[in-house]
């Protein structure tokens, strides 16, 4: 077995506690309410955050249960907000299965979302350094206010591609930034070290929100396990929309933003996998391409390890579903 | 000036230091999201649970800053529950202005609450002990588990008082027992002090959720500034109908049923307010006072003060305008 075979089967072996302590959190709670948050957590979710952080715990020491901690409070809290957004793209399906709204409606998944976050930051008060759940918070206020600007400039024409960068870093980014930080800052590496897995983070869980964006696009619905073609339809432009209306002359430029106004996403979407006018899907795979150089660059920092090359892998596991979308 | 008017000087202060962190939190977010922020936390609430934590603070010992980050943090948790609850119950007026919800969409009010909570948990990370933010933490989970135990139990004719005590020790007491028992654990008083103040806040707590039932039913909504009778449109048994519901003949009962589960909330309301069938407003505001009195009985383990007495007053204060709704 080599070197990085042996890495991932320990890592798989720490995401297995992960996946067994998500599952023992529902029991936190009173039995009327157990029932909802164990569903909600039960989704076949990829657990990517959960993974950032135990290879970068791997890569900078080893991997202690403080990392197990931290990987579980990053997961309650992205799935509150997955909850939460579910609510608000009224979606109806959700990790291969029936969203919690469309379940038992949306008063109810207010409140389930809101249970997570709040265990998510109860779990959170036992690390024994303050900075490290200062940091999670922050990263949750984080997401959030990312959501809100997302939500303001719905069927905003004016948004720019740096803005739609601003929005993505906060609400994706910002969780895989701090998931990767902490797991070094749990083994106290030096700030160097720190801030390079920060970047990392940032820069991988920027470039899986533009897949995921893409996907939204060009996904294949039976496949992925979600509703697709929400974004458009609730006004959300997302990069590849974004970069079909930078390079458009002026005229079709205007008749595409009628189509987005109008409502007409599902012309839009056509127009978008056809890669008229310019090929912007493969535009919006580029950018996320690049991000992962940018990102995989970063772990020139580390000391080379089958944790830091895993972390390297990962992003080109993620350049390739990009690819495929092309 | 007597003992019990410099100690009301006192705690003004204290209450405007408050205010004005309050006020300050907006500024923690982006400027994109300040707005919704500050206007959420500008409402005039009468803000209970900071009075009740400095107080708590004031009879075990020197109010500190770790007093004001405390009461601020119980305000922004509580705020953040009344934005989400005003979309559940699609309510329009709060605190004498139109709520989040009904100003900017119900999308908006999900984030907007979500942002208080991060940032409520934000700031309490700067407590030295974990103890403190462990039980703050809990606090909040229990706040939304009780909310879901009502919502679950939404017309459900079986809910018994024991049930509806239940849901409003978990999702109004809970915050005001956190306050009085960490005014004390901030000071490091001792374990039975700790106790003691826990259990006044949290019957304290509950009987002014009594109260704000009850208002619902008898109050007047342009002294209120608050949209009233949502209690019983929304299927939410409080306890003035569970007592009409218990003292009445089984003819009767079924009648009342029908009633309720026919949507027929405001002849439901004009039954409740002019006292036919056994006074069950009365009955429900003798249970909110006999509360209270036990309440004030915890508050013997404490050295007499004028904080001590403060705490007293607050019951006495809460049992008249319980009176004033029979």
């Given at each position: 077995?080599?070197?990085?075979?042996q890495?991932?089967?320990t890592?798989?072996?720490?995401?297995?506690a992960?996946?067994?302590r998500i599952t023992?959190?529902a029991?936190?709670?009173d039995?009327a309410?157990e029932?909802y948050?164990?569903y909600?957590?039960?989704g076949?979710?990829?657990?990517?955050?959960?993974?950032?952080?135990i290879l970068?715990?791997?890569?900078?020491?080893?991997i202690?249960?403080?990392?197990i901690?931290?990987?579980?409070?990053l997961?309650?809290?992205?799935v509150?907000?997955?909850v939460h957004?579910d609510?608000m793209?009224e979606?109806e399906r959700?990790?291969g299965?029936t969203?919690v709204?469309?379940?038992w409606?949306?008063t109810?998944?207010?409140l389930?979302?809101d249970?997570?976050f709040?265990q998510?930051?109860?779990?959170?008060t036992?690390f024994n350094?303050a900075?490290i759940?200062?940091?999670?918070?922050?990263?949750?206020?984080d997401v959030c206010?990312?959501?809100?600007?997302q939500?303001?400039?719905?069927?905003?024409?004016h948004?720019g591609?740096d803005d739609?960068?601003?929005?993505?870093?906060?609400k994706?980014?910002?969780l895989?930034?701090v998931?990767?930080e902490l797991?070094?800052?749990?083994n106290e590496?030096?700030t160097?070290t720190?801030?390079?897995?920060?970047n990392y983070?940032?820069k991988?869980?920027?470039a899986?929100?533009?897949y995921?964006?893409?996907?939204?696009i060009?996904?294949?619905e039976?496949v992925i396990g979600?509703t697709l073609?929400?974004?458009?339809?609730k006004?959300?432009?997302?990069?590849?929309v974004l970069?079909l209306?930078r390079a458009?002359?002026?005229?079709?430029?205007?008749?595409?933003?009628q189509?987005i106004?109008g409502?007409?996403?599902?012309?839009?979407t056509?127009l978008?996998?056809t890669?008229?006018?310019?090929a912007p899907l493969?535009?919006?795979?580029?950018?996320g391409?690049?991000?992962?150089e940018?990102?995989?660059?970063?772990?020139?920092?580390?000391?080379?390890?089958?944790?830091?090359?895993?972390?390297?892998?990962?992003?080109?596991g993620?350049r390739?579903?990009l690819?495929?979308?092309?």
């Amino acid at each position: 077995m080599g070197p990085l075979a042996q890495v991932a089967d320990t890592v798989q072996v720490h995401l297995d506690a992960v996946e067994s302590r998500i599952t023992q959190q529902a029991a936190a709670f009173d039995p009327a309410i157990e029932g909802y948050v164990a569903y909600a957590l039960g989704g076949k979710g990829k657990r990517l955050r959960p993974l950032v952080a135990i290879l970068s715990g791997g890569a900078t020491g080893p991997i202690t249960s403080a990392h197990i901690d931290l990987a579980v409070i990053l997961e309650l809290i992205h799935v509150a907000t997955l909850v939460h957004d579910d609510i608000m793209d009224e979606a109806e399906r959700r990790r291969g299965q029936t969203t919690v709204n469309a379940r038992w409606g949306n008063t109810l998944s207010v409140l389930v979302g809101d249970c997570l976050f709040a265990q998510a930051l109860n779990l959170s008060t036992n690390f024994n350094k303050a900075e490290i759940s200062r940091a999670i918070a922050q990263a949750a206020r984080d997401v959030c206010s990312g959501e809100i600007i997302q939500t303001q400039r719905r069927f905003d024409l004016h948004l720019g591609i740096d803005d739609y960068q601003q929005i993505v870093e906060m609400k994706t980014g910002s969780l895989f930034a701090v998931a990767a930080e902490l797991g070094a800052v749990i083994n106290e590496a030096d700030t160097a070290t720190v801030r390079s897995l920060k970047n990392y983070g940032l820069k991988v869980g920027t470039a899986y929100q533009i897949y995921d964006d893409c996907l939204d696009i060009a996904g294949n619905e039976s496949v992925i396990g979600k509703t697709l073609g929400t974004d458009l339809r609730k006004g959300k432009l997302t990069l590849p929309v974004l970069m079909l209306l930078r390079a458009a002359p002026a005229a079709e430029r205007e008749r595409y933003c009628q189509l987005i106004v109008g409502g007409k996403a599902e012309e839009m979407t056509d127009l978008l996998r056809t890669d008229a006018a310019g090929a912007p899907l493969s535009a919006a795979v580029e950018a996320g391409q690049n991000l992962i150089e940018e990102a995989q660059g970063e772990l020139a920092a580390l000391s080379a390890s089958g944790y830091s090359e895993s972390l390297h892998q990962l992003g080109d596991g993620l350049r390739e579903l990009l690819d495929q979308l092309r």
